[in-house]
Protein backbone atom coordinates (compact mmCIF):
# COMPACT_ATOMS: atom_id res chain seq x y z
CA UNK A 1 0.00 0.00 0.00
CA UNK A 2 1.34 3.29 -1.04
CA UNK A 3 1.96 6.31 1.55
CA UNK A 4 -0.94 8.00 -0.35
CA UNK A 5 -3.46 5.09 0.19
CA UNK A 6 -2.24 4.72 4.23
CA UNK A 7 -2.94 8.16 4.61
CA UNK A 8 -6.63 8.23 2.85
CA UNK A 9 -7.27 4.84 5.29
CA UNK A 10 -6.01 6.63 8.44
CA UNK A 11 -8.48 10.05 7.48
CA UNK A 12 -11.08 8.25 6.44
CA UNK A 13 -10.99 6.21 10.18
CA UNK A 14 -10.74 9.09 11.99
CA UNK A 15 -13.63 10.60 10.05
CA UNK A 16 -15.53 7.66 10.86
CA UNK A 17 -14.72 8.00 14.66
CA UNK A 18 -15.83 11.75 14.56
CA UNK A 19 -19.06 10.44 13.14
CA UNK A 20 -19.67 7.87 15.92
CA UNK A 21 -19.03 10.51 18.72
CA UNK A 22 -20.74 13.34 17.31
CA UNK A 23 -23.96 10.74 16.98
CA UNK A 24 -23.52 9.37 20.13
CA UNK A 25 -23.30 12.75 21.83
CA UNK A 26 -27.01 13.61 19.91
CA UNK A 27 -28.16 10.30 20.98
CA UNK A 28 -27.02 10.99 24.56
CA UNK A 29 -29.26 14.00 24.82
CA UNK A 30 -32.05 12.65 22.81
CA UNK A 31 -32.03 9.55 25.02
CA UNK A 32 -32.32 12.27 28.48
CA UNK A 33 -35.07 14.34 26.54
CA UNK A 34 -33.22 16.93 26.38
CA UNK A 35 -31.37 19.91 24.40
CA UNK A 36 -27.59 19.70 24.19
CA UNK A 37 -25.65 21.61 27.07
CA UNK A 38 -23.00 24.00 26.40
CA UNK A 39 -20.06 21.57 26.61
CA UNK A 40 -21.71 18.88 24.45
CA UNK A 41 -21.94 22.09 21.73
CA UNK A 42 -18.87 22.83 22.14
CA UNK A 43 -17.46 19.44 21.62
CA UNK A 44 -20.17 18.82 18.44
CA UNK A 45 -18.54 22.17 16.92
CA UNK A 46 -15.11 20.53 17.56
CA UNK A 47 -16.19 17.24 15.53
CA UNK A 48 -17.83 19.26 13.00
CA UNK A 49 -14.69 21.41 12.02
CA UNK A 50 -12.36 18.77 12.01
CA UNK A 51 -14.91 16.16 9.99
CA UNK A 52 -15.07 19.42 7.75
CA UNK A 53 -10.73 19.41 7.55
CA UNK A 54 -10.97 15.79 7.05
CA UNK A 55 -13.33 15.99 3.85
CA UNK A 56 -10.88 18.64 2.29
CA UNK A 57 -7.96 16.37 2.75
CA UNK A 58 -9.68 13.96 1.31
CA UNK A 59 -11.04 15.41 -1.65
CA UNK A 60 -7.29 16.87 -2.07
CA UNK A 61 -5.73 13.53 -2.02
CA UNK A 62 -8.47 11.97 -4.17
CA UNK A 63 -7.54 14.52 -6.84
CA UNK A 64 -3.97 14.05 -6.46
CA UNK A 65 -4.62 10.01 -6.37
CA UNK A 66 -5.95 10.68 -10.26
CA UNK A 67 -3.35 12.96 -11.29
CA UNK A 68 -0.66 9.95 -10.01
CA UNK A 69 -3.05 7.32 -12.04
CA UNK A 70 -2.67 9.77 -15.07
CA UNK A 71 1.16 10.00 -14.97
CA UNK A 72 1.44 6.45 -14.42
CA UNK A 73 -0.70 5.52 -17.54
CA UNK A 74 0.94 8.24 -19.80
CA UNK A 75 4.43 6.53 -18.56
CA UNK A 76 3.59 2.57 -19.20
CA UNK A 77 2.20 4.05 -22.53
CA UNK A 78 5.26 5.63 -23.32
CA UNK A 79 7.81 2.60 -22.08
CA UNK A 80 5.26 0.47 -24.27
CA UNK A 81 6.16 2.73 -27.48
CA UNK A 82 10.08 2.85 -26.49
CA UNK A 83 9.88 -0.76 -26.22
CA UNK A 84 8.71 -1.68 -29.55
CA UNK A 85 11.41 0.51 -31.37
CA UNK A 86 14.04 -1.28 -29.36
CA UNK A 87 16.35 -3.52 -31.37
CA UNK A 88 15.65 -7.34 -30.56
CA UNK A 89 18.75 -7.75 -29.58
CA UNK A 90 19.68 -4.95 -26.93
CA UNK A 91 19.69 -6.91 -24.02
CA UNK A 92 22.40 -9.44 -24.48
CA UNK A 93 23.88 -12.09 -21.81
CA UNK A 94 25.95 -15.00 -22.85
CA UNK A 95 25.55 -18.23 -20.74
CA UNK A 96 29.47 -19.36 -21.49
CA UNK A 97 32.67 -18.24 -22.73
CA UNK A 98 31.75 -20.61 -25.06
CA UNK A 99 28.83 -18.91 -26.67
CA UNK A 100 30.58 -15.63 -26.64
CA UNK A 101 33.74 -17.17 -28.28
CA UNK A 102 30.97 -18.36 -31.01
CA UNK A 103 29.96 -14.97 -31.63
CA UNK A 104 32.67 -13.69 -32.04
CA UNK A 105 34.06 -16.13 -35.09
CA UNK A 106 30.53 -15.72 -36.48
CA UNK A 107 31.26 -11.96 -36.28
CA UNK A 108 34.53 -12.47 -38.43
CA UNK A 109 32.88 -14.36 -40.92
CA UNK A 110 30.12 -11.29 -41.62
CA UNK A 111 27.52 -12.28 -39.27
CA UNK A 112 25.76 -8.63 -38.41
CA UNK A 113 23.35 -10.18 -35.97
CA UNK A 114 26.79 -11.44 -34.18
CA UNK A 115 27.99 -8.20 -34.71
CA UNK A 116 24.58 -6.29 -33.41
CA UNK A 117 24.69 -8.47 -29.59
CA UNK A 118 28.73 -8.33 -29.27
CA UNK A 119 28.40 -4.27 -29.86
CA UNK A 120 25.47 -4.41 -27.28
CA UNK A 121 27.12 -7.01 -24.36
CA UNK A 122 30.18 -4.90 -24.96
CA UNK A 123 29.02 -1.06 -25.25
CA UNK A 124 29.40 1.41 -22.53
CA UNK A 125 26.63 3.63 -22.22
CA UNK A 126 26.72 7.14 -20.40
CA UNK A 127 24.26 7.72 -17.66
CA UNK A 128 22.54 10.60 -17.33
CA UNK A 129 21.34 12.12 -13.89
CA UNK A 130 20.10 14.76 -12.58
CA UNK A 131 23.41 15.98 -11.03
CA UNK A 132 24.48 16.53 -14.90
CA UNK A 133 21.65 18.65 -15.54
CA UNK A 134 21.31 21.50 -12.72
CA UNK A 135 20.98 24.30 -15.09
CA UNK A 136 17.54 22.84 -15.96
CA UNK A 137 16.55 20.99 -12.97
CA UNK A 138 13.70 23.57 -10.58
CA UNK A 139 13.80 23.66 -6.81
CA UNK A 140 10.17 23.76 -6.33
CA UNK A 141 8.92 24.39 -3.32
CA UNK A 142 5.96 22.69 -1.80
CA UNK A 143 2.72 23.36 0.50
CA UNK A 144 3.05 25.61 3.73
CA UNK A 145 6.43 25.96 6.06
CA UNK A 146 6.18 23.07 8.37
CA UNK A 147 6.28 24.38 11.87
CA UNK A 148 5.37 22.52 14.94
CA UNK A 149 4.05 24.63 17.29
CA UNK A 150 0.55 25.41 18.75
CA UNK A 151 -0.55 28.73 19.02
CA UNK A 152 -3.77 28.21 20.74
CA UNK A 153 -5.03 29.62 24.02
CA UNK A 154 -7.45 27.28 25.64
CA UNK A 155 -6.74 29.31 29.27
CA UNK A 156 -6.67 32.32 28.06
CA UNK A 157 -9.62 31.86 25.82
CA UNK A 158 -12.10 29.98 28.86
CA UNK A 159 -11.49 32.87 30.86
CA UNK A 160 -11.17 36.03 28.99
CA UNK A 161 -9.33 39.16 29.09
CA UNK A 162 -10.21 42.86 30.24
CA UNK A 163 -8.51 46.02 28.54
CA UNK A 164 -5.00 47.21 30.27
CA UNK A 165 -6.29 50.60 31.77
CA UNK A 166 -2.10 51.32 32.56
CA UNK A 167 1.06 50.56 33.27
CA UNK A 168 -0.17 49.74 37.01
CA UNK A 169 -3.83 49.57 38.38
CA UNK A 170 -5.28 48.08 41.03
CA UNK A 171 -8.23 45.47 41.37
CA UNK A 172 -10.64 46.55 43.94
CA UNK A 173 -12.42 43.44 45.93
CA UNK A 174 -14.58 43.33 49.58
CA UNK A 175 -12.89 41.75 52.33
CA UNK A 176 -16.01 42.15 54.59
CA UNK A 177 -19.74 42.37 54.02
CA UNK A 178 -22.28 44.59 55.80
CA UNK A 179 -23.74 42.21 58.65
CA UNK A 180 -27.37 41.52 59.18
CA UNK A 181 -28.90 39.61 61.49
CA UNK A 182 -31.92 38.44 64.33
CA UNK A 183 -33.12 41.58 65.73
CA UNK A 184 -31.54 41.43 69.57
CA UNK A 185 -28.72 40.01 71.03
CA UNK A 186 -27.08 36.62 70.48
CA UNK A 187 -29.75 36.01 67.92
CA UNK A 188 -32.58 35.67 70.65
CA UNK A 189 -36.12 36.36 69.90
CA UNK A 190 -36.81 39.38 67.70
CA UNK A 191 -37.02 42.44 70.77
CA UNK A 192 -38.85 45.63 69.98
CA UNK A 193 -36.45 48.34 69.74
CA UNK A 194 -33.39 46.39 70.52
CA UNK A 195 -30.39 47.44 68.36
CA UNK A 196 -29.80 45.96 65.61
CA UNK A 197 -26.31 44.11 64.46
CA UNK A 198 -24.05 46.63 62.39
CA UNK A 199 -21.10 45.64 61.01
CA UNK A 200 -18.95 47.96 58.28
CA UNK A 201 -18.08 46.77 54.52
CA UNK A 202 -14.23 46.47 53.91
CA UNK A 203 -12.96 47.02 50.41
CA UNK A 204 -9.43 46.04 49.47
CA UNK A 205 -7.31 45.82 46.41
CA UNK A 206 -4.45 44.22 44.55
CA UNK A 207 -1.99 45.37 42.30
CA UNK A 208 -2.12 44.24 38.88
CA UNK A 209 1.47 45.79 36.59
CA UNK A 210 1.12 44.96 33.17
CA UNK A 211 4.22 42.67 32.05
CA UNK A 212 5.48 42.81 28.17
CA UNK A 213 6.47 40.29 26.00
CA UNK A 214 7.71 40.80 22.91
CA UNK A 215 10.68 39.93 20.25
CA UNK A 216 11.90 41.36 16.80
CA UNK A 217 14.87 40.51 14.38
CA UNK A 218 16.18 42.30 11.75
CA UNK A 219 15.33 41.06 8.00
CA UNK A 220 17.38 41.96 4.89
CA UNK A 221 16.14 43.36 2.41
CA UNK A 222 16.94 40.50 -0.02
CA UNK A 223 15.09 37.81 2.14
CA UNK A 224 12.11 39.99 1.87
CA UNK A 225 11.97 40.83 -1.76
CA UNK A 226 12.93 37.31 -2.96
CA UNK A 227 11.92 34.04 -1.26
CA UNK A 228 8.27 32.55 -1.98
CA UNK A 229 6.66 31.91 0.45
CA UNK A 230 7.18 35.72 1.63
CA UNK A 231 9.61 35.36 4.36
CA UNK A 232 8.02 38.79 6.47
CA UNK A 233 4.16 36.57 7.32
CA UNK A 234 6.49 33.69 8.11
CA UNK A 235 8.26 36.08 10.45
CA UNK A 236 5.49 37.41 11.67
CA UNK A 237 3.34 34.99 12.31
CA UNK A 238 6.31 33.36 14.20
CA UNK A 239 6.52 35.88 16.35
CA UNK A 240 2.47 36.00 17.01
CA UNK A 241 2.80 32.42 17.16
CA UNK A 242 5.26 32.48 20.40
CA UNK A 243 3.75 35.36 22.02
CA UNK A 244 0.64 33.41 22.17
CA UNK A 245 2.67 30.47 23.83
CA UNK A 246 4.44 32.66 26.09
CA UNK A 247 1.50 33.86 27.43
CA UNK A 248 -0.70 31.05 27.64
CA UNK A 249 2.21 29.66 29.75
CA UNK A 250 1.64 32.56 32.41
CA UNK A 251 -1.48 31.86 32.86
CA UNK A 252 -0.44 27.87 33.33
CA UNK A 253 1.65 29.39 36.14
CA UNK A 254 -0.62 31.74 37.45
CA UNK A 255 -2.77 28.73 38.39
CA UNK A 256 -0.01 27.00 39.80
CA UNK A 257 0.56 29.82 42.23
CA UNK A 258 -2.98 29.73 43.59
CA UNK A 259 -2.53 28.63 47.76
CA UNK A 260 -5.98 26.46 47.57
CA UNK A 261 -5.35 23.12 49.14
CA UNK A 262 -4.72 20.51 46.59
CA UNK A 263 -7.33 17.63 46.14
CA UNK A 264 -5.87 13.98 45.31
CA UNK A 265 -8.29 11.67 42.27
CA UNK A 266 -5.84 8.25 43.80
CA UNK A 267 -2.44 7.37 42.34
CA UNK A 268 -4.51 4.99 40.39
CA UNK A 269 -7.15 6.91 39.06
CA UNK A 270 -10.60 5.40 38.28
CA UNK A 271 -13.68 7.18 36.86
CA UNK A 272 -15.08 7.09 40.36
CA UNK A 273 -11.87 8.59 42.49
CA UNK A 274 -11.82 11.37 39.24
CA UNK A 275 -15.51 12.27 39.63
CA UNK A 276 -15.16 12.22 43.42
CA UNK A 277 -12.45 14.50 43.63
CA UNK A 278 -14.51 16.93 40.44
CA UNK A 279 -17.42 17.04 43.08
CA UNK A 280 -15.34 17.75 45.96
CA UNK A 281 -13.44 20.39 44.29
CA UNK A 282 -16.59 22.24 42.86
CA UNK A 283 -18.04 22.07 46.32
CA UNK A 284 -14.83 24.46 47.74
CA UNK A 285 -14.77 26.38 44.67
CA UNK A 286 -18.63 27.34 44.93
CA UNK A 287 -18.11 28.08 48.63
CA UNK A 288 -14.96 30.49 47.72
CA UNK A 289 -16.98 32.16 44.59
CA UNK A 290 -20.46 31.54 45.36
CA UNK A 291 -21.38 30.23 42.15
CA UNK A 292 -20.00 33.62 40.63
CA UNK A 293 -18.03 32.56 36.70
CA UNK A 294 -18.07 29.06 34.83
CA UNK A 295 -15.95 26.10 36.17
CA UNK A 296 -13.16 24.89 33.88
CA UNK A 297 -10.89 21.24 33.97
CA UNK A 298 -7.72 22.51 32.39
CA UNK A 299 -5.13 19.59 31.91
CA UNK A 300 -1.37 19.20 30.96
CA UNK A 301 -0.86 17.46 27.77
CA UNK A 302 0.37 14.48 30.08
CA UNK A 303 -2.78 14.25 31.87
CA UNK A 304 -4.69 13.11 29.02
CA UNK A 305 -2.89 9.51 29.68
CA UNK A 306 -4.22 9.42 33.03
CA UNK A 307 -8.15 11.21 32.50
CA UNK A 308 -9.31 9.88 28.68
CA UNK A 309 -9.38 6.32 29.03
CA UNK A 310 -11.72 6.85 31.95
CA UNK A 311 -13.96 8.56 30.11
CA UNK A 312 -14.77 6.63 26.30
CA UNK A 313 -16.98 8.41 24.15
CA UNK A 314 -18.68 5.99 22.78
CA UNK A 315 -21.81 4.82 24.26
CA UNK A 316 -19.66 5.83 27.64
CA UNK A 317 -20.75 3.27 30.49
CA UNK A 318 -20.54 6.51 33.11
CA UNK A 319 -23.01 8.67 33.28
CA UNK A 320 -20.70 11.11 34.33
CA UNK A 321 -19.24 12.03 31.10
CA UNK A 322 -20.29 12.28 27.37
CA UNK A 323 -16.81 11.42 27.38
CA UNK A 324 -13.23 12.60 26.39
CA UNK A 325 -11.52 12.76 22.92
CA UNK A 326 -8.23 11.69 21.63
CA UNK A 327 -9.33 12.59 18.15
CA UNK A 328 -9.16 16.64 19.16
CA UNK A 329 -5.73 16.28 18.85
CA UNK A 330 -4.99 20.22 20.08
CA UNK A 331 -5.30 22.33 22.52
CA UNK A 332 -8.80 23.23 23.30
CA UNK A 333 -11.91 21.51 24.07
CA UNK A 334 -11.79 17.81 24.71
CA UNK A 335 -14.95 17.13 26.07
CA UNK A 336 -16.69 17.14 29.04
CA UNK A 337 -17.09 15.44 32.88
CA UNK A 338 -19.99 16.17 35.28
CA UNK A 339 -21.17 19.24 33.04
CA UNK A 340 -18.28 20.95 33.14
CA UNK A 341 -16.04 22.09 30.44
CA UNK A 342 -12.25 20.16 30.50
CA UNK A 343 -9.84 21.64 28.13
CA UNK A 344 -6.06 20.58 27.70
CA UNK A 345 -3.27 23.78 27.37
CA UNK A 346 0.28 23.33 26.89
CA UNK A 347 0.59 25.91 28.86
CA UNK A 348 0.28 24.10 32.09
CA UNK A 349 3.50 21.79 33.40
CA UNK A 350 3.54 18.52 33.27
CA UNK A 351 0.97 16.58 35.64
CA UNK A 352 -0.29 19.90 36.38
CA UNK A 353 -4.44 19.62 36.43
CA UNK A 354 -6.86 22.64 37.64
CA UNK A 355 -10.56 23.17 38.24
CA UNK A 356 -11.26 26.30 39.32
CA UNK A 357 -13.97 29.08 38.48
CA UNK A 358 -13.05 31.74 35.54
CA UNK A 359 -14.33 34.54 38.23
CA UNK A 360 -10.98 33.65 40.49
CA UNK A 361 -8.76 34.75 38.13
CA UNK A 362 -8.76 38.15 36.42
CA UNK A 363 -6.45 38.40 32.85
CA UNK A 364 -5.37 41.81 31.22
CA UNK A 365 -4.32 42.55 28.26
CA UNK A 366 -2.98 45.42 25.27
CA UNK A 367 -2.02 43.65 22.18
CA UNK A 368 0.76 45.92 20.42
CA UNK A 369 1.02 43.83 17.37
CA UNK A 370 3.32 43.56 14.28
CA UNK A 371 6.43 46.46 14.71
CA UNK A 372 8.56 47.70 11.95
CA UNK A 373 10.63 50.35 10.70
CA UNK A 374 13.46 50.17 7.34
CA UNK A 375 17.01 50.07 8.89
CA UNK A 376 19.12 51.35 5.25
CA UNK A 377 22.61 51.40 7.00
CA UNK A 378 22.21 47.36 6.64
CA UNK A 379 19.26 47.05 4.13
CA UNK A 380 16.83 45.14 5.92
CA UNK A 381 14.00 45.54 7.91
CA UNK A 382 13.68 45.55 11.56
CA UNK A 383 10.08 43.66 12.89
CA UNK A 384 8.92 42.63 16.32
CA UNK A 385 5.91 41.71 17.87
CA UNK A 386 4.64 43.05 21.54
CA UNK A 387 1.99 43.17 23.48
CA UNK A 388 1.16 44.08 27.54
CA UNK A 389 -0.45 40.54 29.39
CA UNK A 390 -0.78 40.18 33.33
CA UNK A 391 -3.09 38.51 35.38
CA UNK A 392 -4.37 38.64 39.17
CA UNK A 393 -5.79 35.93 41.08
CA UNK A 394 -9.54 36.89 43.20
CA UNK A 395 -10.01 33.99 45.43
CA UNK A 396 -7.55 31.35 45.80
CA UNK A 397 -9.95 28.52 47.09
CA UNK A 398 -11.60 29.28 43.93
CA UNK A 399 -8.66 27.34 42.05
CA UNK A 400 -7.76 23.84 43.37
CA UNK A 401 -4.97 21.83 41.79
CA UNK A 402 -6.02 18.04 41.39
CA UNK A 403 -3.50 15.55 42.09
CA UNK A 404 -2.29 11.90 41.35
CA UNK A 405 -2.50 10.70 45.10
Do not use: C
Amino acid sequence: MSALDSMIRKLEGELDEKKQGYEAILSNAGEQGRDTNDTEKATLGELTNRMSQINEQLAEYDRTDKVIGQFTTRAKELDDAISTRRSPVEAVSYRSAGEYAVDVWKAGTGSQEARNRLEVFSRAAAHQKTSDNLGIVPDPIVGDVINFIDTARPLVNAIGTSDMPAATFYLPSITQNPSVAVQGSAGAAADEKAELVSQKMTIGRSTVTAVTYGGYLNVSKQDIDFSSPGIMDIVLEGLAGQYAIQTEAAVGTKLDASTGTPVGYGAVPTAATITAAVWSVAATVYTAVKGQGQLVLALAPDRLAAFGPLFPPINPQSGQSQGLFAGNFNQGVVGGLSGIQVIMSAGLASGKAFLFSTSAIKLFEQRVGAMSILEPSVFGVQVGYAGYFSSAITSNNGIIELTAT
